[in-house]
């Protein structure tokens, strides 16, 4: 029983690592229809960069998170300015290519800069478990779900509540028109990859006491892509469940299946999903008008 | 005409090397709502597009209260008082109806006059307000077309670009469209261009019309005159006119509408 508790826990903290690298997908691919294949290193600099803070410069926790996180909103504000902008309309495989290409720039960068070792990011959670009914209940993983609870709510306040969030939308389901309504499309666009490389920057620190910083930490993105697709790419409460439930999958097939199908029983459930529904859990039937 | 609000003079826009309008100039007077009439593809939307500026000309300038345009962002554009309802009305169709109406009025900084202009909307065009917290994607065409044009009527701009607002939408609805675009230009002075196919409806509403075709502007007149043309009878409204056997200036075959 109690292990079964652990495993619901742990499971649900992987996944909504997944699932906010998901969302950054998911973002930039309703603003602007590229796929961000670099989405998962983002969260790896956004990791490094908050252990930078923290270690090198001697920030405390919370000024180092917030520092790391705009850090890398900024940078990925600038990579669509300096980069992305001028490759939308190209053909996809490009697109696709240079994104990849991108996540392998950071990581390169990441080694450069940090080195290739094994960090380890002090955290005011790490390391400390409190007994709930029996079941030992590590902070580190609640800090994740927790954290995850609050940036999905103040996303959605700020999606649907403020008016620069609703433009946001607006720009992403209708360019032209937002254009003709005087909203600064480009700039939006910009602030929807800012967010995003945020978002992914916020998964990386919360991901960060769990894991080890290492520069492929950035890996988990596929799992994030996977996850992105189960929940029918493009929809954003959809990328959330499909992180939730590939985390879930692969924490009891780690735990109940033989050695080796943890790795595969995600893209697994993948495949069975899309085979009965080829567009995804929460993915519409008919495609958006451009 | 001095007191033109919008003047385009030898305009010429292009699709890759493929010549869209080649050398068109109108005017449209402070006040007033001016038609271009021409059948698909004479290059109506592209004249539109090229004024609001999501096109840029190869020549030739637009020049809106009396300062040149052409080649300014469409945002810019609209943020001077031009607002652009373009073809296929072009609603976001995940938001709702007020959402979509907010965004018409994402320029405005006065709170208080948006709250009005969203009654006045509401008020031309009830049904919206009885749909406002619909999705805007699950409106009927008819429908899509009032938001539209409400939604550009949000940015108070001086001026109207309107195309094609008649296109697949029933001849009652159409009038009833039209009917409000007439008071709009009344009531609120708001400056309309008009781009049609429907020559019938944009002749007896506006008072000036332009015809193109094939991107060159061929004929211009006062609606009232324009109506009585053989030409514009027997190729914009179908109508034969036996008394008259002119030379056929015009190769198309006769427009239904
Ligand atoms: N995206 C485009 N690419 C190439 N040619 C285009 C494009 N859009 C329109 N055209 C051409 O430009 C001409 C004018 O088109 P348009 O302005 O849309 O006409 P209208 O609005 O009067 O139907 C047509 O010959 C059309 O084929
Ligand atoms: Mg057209």
């Known amino acids: ?27 930039i691919y309703k603003a602007t229809e590229l796929v961000n294949f670099a989405q998962g290193d983002l969260m790896m600099l956004g990791a490094f960069t908050c252990y930078m803070f923290i270690v090198w410069h001697g920030f405390g926790y919370w000024t180092a998170v917030a520092l790391a996180v705009a850090s890398v909103a900024l940078f990925g504000a600038l990579l669509d300015a300096a980069v992305l902008r001028r490759v939308l309309g190209q053909p996809q495989f490009a697109v696709v290519m240079l994104t990849i290409g991108l996540g392998a720039v950071f990581r390169s960068f990441a080694s450069i800069t940090w080195g290739s070792e094994i960090y380890t990011l ?131 097939s780690g735990a109940y299946l033989p050695q080796g199908f943890k790795d595969v029983a995600a893209y697994v459930v993948l495949l069975l999903v899309l085979a009965v529904r080829p567009q995804g859990m929460f993915g519409a039937v008919g495609r958006k008008k451009v | ?56 000309p190869q020549k030739g300038t637009v020049t809106f209260q009396g300062r040149e345009i052409q080649g300014l962002d469409p945002d810019k554009v609209t943020r001077l008082g031009l607002s652009h309802v373009p073809e296929g009305r072009e609603v976001f169709p995940f938001l709702t109806v007020q959402e979509n109406l907010r965004m018409g009025a994402y320029i405005r900084e006065d709170a208080d006059g948006v709250a009005r202009d969203l009654e006045m909307v509401y008020e031309y065009f009830p049904v919206l307000r009885a749909r406002a917290e619909q999705r805007a994607g699950q409106l009927s065409g008819g429908e899509q077309q009032m938001l539209s044009i409400s939604r ?13 607002p008649s296109l697949g939408l029933a001849p009652k609805l159409v009038k009833d469209i039209f009917d409000i675009v007439v008071r709009i230009n009344r009531e609120r002075d708001v400056t309309v261009l008009l781009v049609e196919q429907n020559a019938n409806m944009a002749l007896h509403i506006a008072d000036y019309g332009y015809v193109l075709e094939v991107g060159r502007i061929v004929m211009e007149d006062t609606c009232a005159r324009l109506l009585e043309k053989p030409d514009i009878k027997e190729f914009y409204l179908g109508i034969k006119d036996h008394g008259v056997r002119g030379t056929r200036r015009w190769k198309r075959k006769k427009m239904w509408r």
């Open chain 2, 152 to 164: 550009a009527l949000m940015a108070r701009p001086t001026m109207m670009l309107l195309d094609e």
């Open chain 1, 122 to 252: 002090p955290t005011p959670f790490s390391a400390r478990a409190t007994m709930v009914g029996g079941v030992s209940v590590s902070h580190e993983y609640v800090s994740i779900i927790v954290g995850t609870v609050l940036l999905c709510a103040v996303l959605y306040v700020f999606f649907t509540h403020t008016r620069i969030g609703v433009a946001m939308q607006a720009a992403s389901q209708n360019q032209l028109a937002a254009y003709y309504m005087g909203i600064p499309v480009k700039l939006m666009f910009s602030l929807i990859w800012a967010i995003s490389a945020g978002v992914a920057a916020i998964a990386g620190v919360l991901l960060a006491p769990v894991s080890l910083i290492d520069t492929n930490l950035g890996f988990i993105g596929l799992k994030a892509f996977a996850a992105a697709v189960l929940g029918g790419f493009g929809s954003i409460p959809g990328a959330l469940v499909g992180g939730l439930t590939i985390g879930l999958i692969e924490l009891y």
């Open chain 1, 1 to 27: 029983m109690d292990i079964i508790l652990q495993l619901v826990l742990n499971g649900l903290a992987v996944g909504c690592i997944y699932g906010l690298v998901a969302l950054g997908f998911v973002l």
């Open chain 2, 1 to 56: 005409m001095p007191d033109a609000l919008l003047k385009v003079e030898n305009l010429e826009t292009y699709y890759g090397p493929i010549v869209a309008i080649r050398g068109v100039s109108f005017a449209v007077p402070r006040g007033a709502i001016v038609t271009v009439l021409g059948a698909n593809g004479a290059g109506k939307t592209t004249i539109l597009k090229t004024v609001s500026g999501v096109m840029d």
